[in-house]
């Protein structure tokens, strides 16, 4: 059974995307776009500045209108007029600036106007609330009555994936989420990823970087120019990925890889690895 035919049985299709263009007048920002996410798959969205990667997450997000295209969610067509759309079908997004309250605490962060939700005003319900989803996901904060101008830069994540996940969405989408984080943090944002998925959602997490990429998607879909430009497995070389997101076989990764092959003498291993 090939890789798609298993993703398939493994979760409903979550998301459709089929001919998705966006034009800012003059500028083809996005153009002919394909992308499906099933339900319990972290799809990675990657490709360099300027691919379009932002355009889709705001198009998905309901702050930018496609100029062509379809969407389905969940089996049907929609439209993502505006952000509280998207969000009322089910889409979350997690932009890369966190939209935080610093001065605020981790239980009024995560709430942060929602207030149509069940919880107004009712602090108990809320903090418990609170630490039910972090529990949920394991997270590590020392306390949901901590500031977040005191948390560090993966714990300030892990309470926007956390405030994401309060109105029960389908889908998340993640713009860059561990960009700015040391080695520890990322492990941890990454097992968090892990965990949303696991409890069945869709994700399209948006990165430059490519380990991350492949410790957590279960595929790998490059944009290049605002165009769909491969659909990889989690185990695709650097040199495959690369050559896909710069359109160039000669880059520094596939001399490196070229050269190591020539030094060793011996045959070409197998497509990234040594
Ligand atoms: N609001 C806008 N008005 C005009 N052009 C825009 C607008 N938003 C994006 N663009 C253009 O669309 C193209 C795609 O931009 P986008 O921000 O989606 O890229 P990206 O893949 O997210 O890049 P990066 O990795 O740098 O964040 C770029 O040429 C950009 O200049
Ligand atoms: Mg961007």
């Known amino acids: 059974m090939d890789r798609t035919q298993e993703l398939r049985d493994m979760g409903e299709l979550v998301l459709g995307l089929r001919g998705i263009s966006k034009h800012f007048g003059a500028v083809s920002a996005l153009t002919d776009i394909d992308l499906d996410v099933h339900a319990g798959e972290v799809v990675a969205l990657v490709g360099d500045n300027g691919a379009g990667k932002s355009t889709l997450v705001k198009i998905l997000a309901g702050?930018?209108?496609?100029?062509?295209?379809?969407?389905?969610?969940?089996g049907k067509p929609v439209t993502l007029a505006d952000p509280s759309a998207a969000l009322g079908l089910?889409?979350?997004?997690?932009?890369?600036?966190?939209?935080?309250?610093?001065?605020?605490?981790?239980?009024a962060n995560i709430f942060l106007g929602r207030e149509l939700s069940p919880y107004?005003?009712?602090?108990?319900?809320?903090?418990?609330?609170?630490?039910?989803?972090?529990?949920e996901?394991?997270?590590?904060?020392?306390?949901?009555?901590?500031?977040?101008?005191?948390?560090?830069?993966?714990?300030?994540?892990t309470v926007a994936i956390a405030r994401s996940l309060l109105l029960e969405p389908k889908l998340i989408l993640l713009d860059e989420p561990t960009a700015a984080l040391g080695v520890a943090q990322t492990a941890e944002v990454l097992d968090l990823i892990e965990r949303v998925r696991d409890r069945g959602l869709?994700?399209?997490?948006?990165?430059?970087?490519?380990?991350?990429?492949?410790?957590?998607?279960?595929?790998?879909v490059?944009?290049?120019?605002?165009?769909?430009?491969?659909?990889?497995?989690?185990?695709?070389s650097n040199q495959e990925l690369v050559s896909a997101i710069t359109g160039a076989a000669n880059n520094s990764?596939?001399?490196?890889?070229?050269?190591?092959?020539?030094?060793?003498?011996?045959?070409?291993?197998?497509?990234?690895?040594?």
């Open 120 to 135: 107004r005003l009712d602090e108990v319900s809320m903090e418990l609330k609170a630490w039910t989803l972090l529990n």
């Open 222 to 236: 490059v944009l290049r120019l605002g165009r769909n430009n491969g659909v990889f497995e989690p185990d695709a």
């Open 202 to 220: 869709g994700v399209i997490m948006v990165s430059h970087n490519m380990e991350d990429v492949r410790a957590v998607a279960d595929r790998i």
């Open 253 to 274: 990764v596939s001399r490196r890889a070229s050269r190591r092959q020539a030094q060793s003498g011996q045959a070409p291993a197998p497509e990234g690895r040594p």
């Open 137 to 157: 996901l394991s997270a590590r904060i020392p306390s949901v009555r901590e500031p977040v101008a005191s948390l560090s830069g993966g714990q300030r994540q």
């Open 63 to 74: 702050v930018h209108q496609p100029s062509s295209g379809s969407i389905t969610f969940r």
């Open 90 to 107: 089910g889409i979350a997004t997690v932009f890369q600036d966190l939209a935080l309250c610093e001065n605020l605490d981790v239980v």
